[in-house]
């Protein structure tokens, strides 16, 4: 009697926990993120696109990396000082084409795929990133700094159907390489790697998991345990984090536990690093693996080792972690300056951090020099006419989630050719425009859906702002004015979305139907967020 009135006091306790967190927190409808009143911190801490995460401390810094797909330049880096604030401080790979032709402007080939999931290592006072592609295979570089220069690519394993690597540095020198074999129903292997960790000896591979869509994996070594952490996938259930140990690196692997619950209301936080402080404190940064409109967004989960297990979140009694949507900071940097760049006058001869191209672009059609303080997109033919998805050099950012945010764009249209299209743009697998076209000789404004010209209307003089503006329901209104003061909208509401594993961008576009003439002068990017 007394155990059945027990499990009924736990069941309404976490029932009503589990309602007290519906209602308390609706996903994506956040007013506070990231770090607020000095030392504490509400999840998301990240409330944009960065997917794959993984994570290191180095000293007093933490390094994460995000995978990017078909962006260049590839693989971000991050950099913060308390885990919670956090900026871009370079990328790992600054040449797609390294990992094959299809990543070029000339092809446009790798929607969904390119760069995937990696990890970030430092071992004798150098940097190593490691990541796979769905098609091309692994591959590694290395760098002495986090902003680089990074070493070209080395290949690790030319072959397709394998994702989501991990490396171990161990003490006594063994380095261990993790990667699951999708293709052949998620088996994970372990493999010996050189003295460089530029290859991998294939004939030491050891299965040490596979099933149920186990990937995501890390393998890091505390207090003498090996653990290889990594995530499931039950339908009907969800995406959930686990974990194996062993004593040995190279196993065997035969302990198994789950670590936290599948938190489907929570979009399933399932992949990041596992990490500690200074002070001996661990956490779990992680990406929230449903994704929506914004992405794979970030959050920073507290982790209780518990009997040698890291339980992630808040510990349930059932021995089991949970998602938690808050709590103090790991270190409180007072006046920190760490934050994600958004906004860009182009007053530098090289792009800020957060820009990428979508794919490989074509290095002779801009320019940051041509016309001083400005950005200059040269118009090339895409590969198939008027598909914004096919046309090279678009400069995009990642989106945020947040209560307010507004992108406006300042362009100087004198230059464009007949058949050209430049504007501002959001896309993922679907996409919608605001931008001018040249026809005959006249200019028109012109708002796009999917490539196909919903309405336009002839535009007067050669200077145009742009605007997109959109809340955490991520319904972007865009907006044009004459004169930098008056907006007005134009066109219709547009849903941003997601797609290809992306959340949405927002990019300038310009490219031109007939032949590869004219360009668009861009003075300013300006992107405020509340």
């Known amino acids: 009697m007394k155990r059945k009135t027990y499990l009924i006091v736990l069941l309404n306790f976490l029932v009503a926990n589990f309602i007290c967190s519906q209602n308390t927190i609706q996903w994506g409808n956040w007013k506070i993120w990231g770090q607020y009143q000095d030392s504490l911190y509400r999840n998301p801490i990240i409330p944009s696109d960065y997917s794959d995460i993984d994570c290191i401390r180095v000293g007093e810094d933490y390094y994460a990396i995000s995978s990017t797909f078909q962006f260049s330049p590839g693989m971000t880096i991050l950099h913060s000082k308390d885990l919670v604030n956090w900026e871009i401080c370079g990328h790992a790979v600054e040449d797609l084409t390294q990992i094959g032709p299809e990543l070029s402007w000339k092809r446009m080939n790798r929607y969904s795929r390119g760069i995937w999931a990696g990890t970030i290592r430092y071992h004798q006072n150098r940097f190593y990133i490691f990541f796979g592609t769905p098609d091309e295979g692994y591959f590694m570089?290395?760098?002495?700094?986090?902003?680089?220069?990074?070493?070209?690519?080395?290949?690790?394993?030319?072959?397709?159907?394998?994702?989501?690597?991990?490396?171990?540095?161990?003490?006594?020198?063994?380095?261990?390489?993790?990667?699951?074999?999708?293709?052949?129903?998620?088996?994970?292997?372990?493999?010996?790697?050189?003295?460089?960790?530029?290859?991998?000896?294939?004939?030491?591979?050891?299965?040490?998991?596979?099933?149920?869509?186990?990937?995501?994996?890390?393998?890091?070594?505390?207090?003498?345990?090996?653990?290889?952490?990594?995530?499931?996938?039950?339908?009907?259930?969800?995406?959930?984090?686990?974990?194996?140990?062993?004593?040995?690196?190279?196993?065997?692997?035969?302990?198994?536990?789950?670590?936290a619950l599948p938190s489907v209301e929570a979009m399933e936080p399932n992949q990041?690093?596992?990490?500690?402080?200074?002070?001996?404190?661990?956490?779990?940064?992680?990406?929230?693996?449903s994704g929506d409109w914004a992405g794979r967004q970030v959050s920073l989960l507290p982790v209780t080792w518990t009997d040698g297990w890291p339980l992630i979140g808040k510990v349930l009694p059932e021995g089991i972690g949970t998602m938690v949507w808050g709590g103090r900071m790991p270190k409180c940097v007072p006046d920190s300056t760490y934050y994600i760049t958004r906004s860009d006058d182009f007053d530098s001869f090289e792009l800020s951090n957060q820009w990428?191209?979508?794919?490989?672009?074509?290095?002779?059609?801009?320019?940051?020099?041509?016309?001083?303080?400005?950005?200059?997109?040269?118009?090339?033919?895409?590969?198939?006419?008027?598909?914004?998805?096919?046309?090279?050099?678009?400069?995009?950012?990642?989106?945020?989630?947040?209560?307010?945010?507004?992108v406006t764009v300042k362009l100087d249209v004198s230059g464009l050719a007949n058949g050209q299209k430049t504007g501002l743009c959001h896309f993922s697998k679907q996409s919608s425009a605001l931008g001018v076209t040249q026809q005959n000789g006249k200019r028109f404004l012109e708002y796009i859906e999917n490539d196909q010209t919903i309405c336009k209307k002839e535009l007067p003089g050669t200077y145009v702002w742009l605007r997109s503006v959109w809340k955490n329901d991520g319904l972007s209104h865009y907006y044009y004015s004459l004169d930098g003061d008056n907006f007005m909208t134009f066109g219709s509401p547009y849903q941003l979305s997601w797609g290809n594993y992306r959340g949405d961008r927002i990019g300038i576009y310009c490219y031109n139907n007939e032949k590869e003439l004219g360009y668009v002068d861009i003075d300013y990017f300006h992107y405020v967020m509340q």
């Open 141 to 259: 570089t290395s760098a002495a700094k986090p902003e680089g220069p990074w070493e070209p690519l080395h290949p690790i394993m030319r072959e397709a159907g394998w994702d989501d690597c991990s490396v171990l540095f161990d003490d006594n020198g063994d380095i261990c390489f993790v990667g699951t074999h999708f293709a052949d129903g998620y088996k994970t292997y372990l493999y010996r790697m050189s003295s460089d960790a530029k290859s991998i000896d294939l004939s030491s591979a050891q299965l040490v998991n596979e099933g149920s869509g186990r990937e995501a994996n890390k393998l890091i070594k505390v207090n003498g345990w090996y653990y290889l952490i990594f995530s499931e996938h039950k339908p009907g259930i969800g995406r959930y984090v686990l974990a194996k140990r062993s004593k040995k690196l190279f196993g065997p692997y035969e302990e198994e536990k789950q670590l």
């Open 272 to 289: 990041g690093g596992v990490v500690d402080d200074a002070n001996g404190n661990w956490y779990f940064l992680t990406h929230h693996g």
């Open 356 to 406: 990428q191209w979508n794919y490989q672009p074509r290095k002779d059609r801009y320019s940051l020099n041509e016309r001083e303080g400005w950005l200059r997109l040269k118009a090339f033919m895409p590969l198939q006419k008027d598909k914004l998805l096919k046309a090279g050099n678009t400069l995009t950012q990642r989106c945020f989630r947040t209560q307010w945010n507004e």
